[in-house]
């Protein structure tokens, strides 16, 4: 069974930045577009950042410039390093591949306060 692992996440003041990690248990990134997810409670889960397997990027406008999504397929990890972080960044951040194809990890909490 695939499972997503994310680490990374923890309590940083506005201004701050963080770089999230996934480990994939299996081999599911390989010829496939991958992203970061976030959801706060009572919300959906939104699209922050996508990376296809040529490098190609996108990101949500309300992150672009401040957010990078990167990956190492080798190591089946997806990172995502956030930058200028503001309390509207706080959420739990998830990834997978895009569209959405396998059960979702715990995720990792990023909480932004001063």
């Known amino acids: 069974q695939v499972q997503l692992v994310e680490s990374g996440g923890g309590l940083v003041q506005p201004g701050g930045s963080l770089r999230v990690s996934c480990v994939a248990s299996?081999?599911?990134?390989?010829?496939?577009?991958v992203g970061w997810y976030r959801q706060n409670p009572g919300a959906q889960r939104e699209l922050v950042a996508r990376?296809?397997?040529?490098?190609?990027?996108i990101y949500a406008d309300s992150v672009k410039g401040r957010f990078t999504i990167s990956r190492d397929n080798a190591k089946k990890t997806v990172y995502l390093q956030m930058n200028s972080l503001k309390p509207e960044d706080s959420a739990v951040y998830y990834c997978?591949?895009?569209?959405?194809?396998?059960?979702w990890g715990q995720g990792t909490q990023v909480t932004v306060s001063s």
């Open positions: 990376m296809t397997t040529f490098g190609s990027t």
């Open positions: 299996g081999n599911i990134f390989s010829g496939k577009t």
């Open positions: 997978n591949t895009f569209p959405a194809l396998w059960a």
